[in-house]
């Protein structure tokens, strides 16, 4: 019995939604064990101390996951005019594990919009069943122009795109990156990669937007030779970083 | 405008789904060009000839595709309850590159059966849209005891499990299977690595099953640290091997 409490550090009982599953669905009772997650890294053990509808929490035990992963893996892509398939994309991401999604809007979008609150649940539940303790920040729709103007924190900026100019295989940079990475560290503690991807819409980038991206030091790469749809693409990138990472 | 047509070399005509989808959706006229995969291999160009509800081919350039790649990935899994999730996966197996799809019934798992016809669709639209030249095999649900029973053609087996037992962890076993490839192929031509992994449901397989698979020499392996739905695990390995063939 997983719940998630994003506010337990200063409020220790189930938010209402949490509440309502806890006692209509489960139908724990008063005194029942119960496990928490605070989406940011910590991870509790409580018991329910029932008070009329409200579910008041009795923490027990304690730990704090203080790092998220050494790697950090930022996506922003353009989200595909079916919505589930991104709701797909997003469940699969943070299975496999992600810290933060951006959503662009491109040239050629086929979807303006999005309903962050959606994708939000989509992210937590996702986050529950695989007994992640980190939850991936997922931010709001921005035009493509304005990410690319966004103070990078990420130190390893890739462009995703399928025109038939030089592109390197991200597989292949990703695996040079942490060998070069492993030596380092070996010798003086350097900064692990963090990586930030630009995948585009079902229609690709524009020769533009390459362009622009390429100037904001993005380096162009292939995902390989099969031709994926957006959102296979998404999880392509994420698994490539985990199955590499992996390796070392 | 891409056709699945299996039976092109002895039957120049689109078959009646694909007719109709040609006509009524398309609203392709006499004379109009199109594109057929066979499936197989085969890839063509063919001016449309109609003849009442009819689509005749009039094939003017054929390309084969003889091998379908030099590796072979067989996936073995429980289907989910939930028949959607195998659908995605089925798809997404399909964009990166799969040869083979079995159905397992296993110990604990929650569907007892496929519909073989819908997942045969769900393959062919993923191949169109992939513009791969190659549909995989899809079988028919069978019990995990016979499935054991068969002759292997693969000479990789793998058994995915949760157990806390000794497993190594797949993405390294395939990396090292590569590495020995690609020295050995060097050499003398050795045959390439093919692949046949056991995916169970989402209550994992059974300590009976996992012990029936070893002594039929499947390697228990771990998919990494994170917990992964089932669909999840099989987008994985997929991708673990794509990605790593990449490499080299």
Redesign the interface.
């Known amino acids: 019995m997983l719940f998630y409490t994003p506010n337990i550090a200063h409020n220790q009982e189930l938010p209402a939604e949490e509440s309502v599953h806890a006692l209509r669905v489960l139908r724990l009772k008063n005194g029942d064990k119960v496990q928490l997650i605070d989406g940011k890294g910590g991870f509790y053990e409580a018991k329910l101390i029932l008070e009329g509808k409200k579910c008041l929490l009795n923490i027990f035990s304690e730990k704090k996951n203080d790092k998220r992963s050494n790697i950090y893996t930022h996506l922003a892509i353009a989200p595909t005019k079916n919505i589930d398939r991104i709701e ?1 994309m997003l469940e ?1 991401c943070v ?3 992600i810290d933060e999604v951006s959503f662009l809007n491109c040239r050629y979008s086929e979807r303006k919009n999005i309903k962050l609150e959606r994708l939000e649940k989509v992210a937590i539940q996702a986050m529950k ?4 303790t980190f939850l991936p920040k997922i931010n709001e729709m921005v035009d493509f122009d304005k990410f690319l103007l966004r103070q990078n924190t990420e130190n390893q900026l890739f462009i995703a795109h399928l025109e038939a100019t030089e592109r390197k ?1 991200f ?2 940079e990703v ?1 040079q990156l942490f060998l070069e990475n492993n030596t380092t560290n070996q010798q003086n503690n350097a900064s692990n990669p963090s990586f930030c991807m630009l995948i585009g819409a079902e229609g690709d980038f524009s020769t533009q937007e390459i362009e622009q991206a390429k100037q904001k030091n993005y380096l162009p790469v292939s995902l ?1 030779e ?4 957006t959102e ?1 693409a998404g ?2 990138v994420c ?2 970083i ?3 990472k ?2 070392f």
């Open positions: 797909f699969k299975e496999i594990g069943q695989s007994l992640k295989l597989s292949k695996y390989g099969s031709r994926l749809r296979t999880i392509f698994q490539t985990e199955i590499i992996q390796l």
